[in-house]
C-alpha cells in the first residue's frame, strides 16, 4: 500500500515530503494516456471484487443429475426443491 502513496506524490510533482520535486514535472503516464496511480487504483478495485466473488462462489455448491428424456447433465443446488 506504501507503494501506491509514493507513487501517487511522484505523479503529480511533489516530493514524499509534500514539497516540490521538479518543477514542472508531468504525471507519469503509461499506457493509453492513464497514469501509474490511475492504473494501480483501478487494479486494486478489480482485486477486491475478485475476491468478494471468489468468497460468495466458495460457499456455493452444485449437484449433478442426469435429465430423464434428454440424458443431458444438470446443475441444481442442494437446497432447491
Not at 475476491?51 to 455448491?61: F, G, P, S
Not at 442426469?66 to 426443491?81: D, E, K
Request: with cysteine; hydrophobic share 40%; charged share 25%.
Amino acid at each position: 500500500m506504501l507503494s501506491i502513496f509514493r507513487c501517487a506524490a511522484i505523479s503529480d510533482g511533489r516530493d514524499s515530503a509534500g514539497g516540490a520535486a521538479i518543477a514542472g514535472a508531468a504525471p507519469v503516464r503509461g499506457r493509453g494516456g492513464e497514469s501509474i496511480v490511475e492504473r494501480a487504483s483501478k487494479e486494486l478495485v478489480t482485486e477486491r471484487i475478485l475476491a468478494e466473488l471468489e468468497a460468495t462462489w466458495a460457499e456455493i455448491a452444485f449437484e449433478h443429475s442426469l435429465h430423464q428424456r434428454t440424458g443431458y447433465r444438470c446443475s441444481t443446488s442442494p437446497n432447491s426443491s
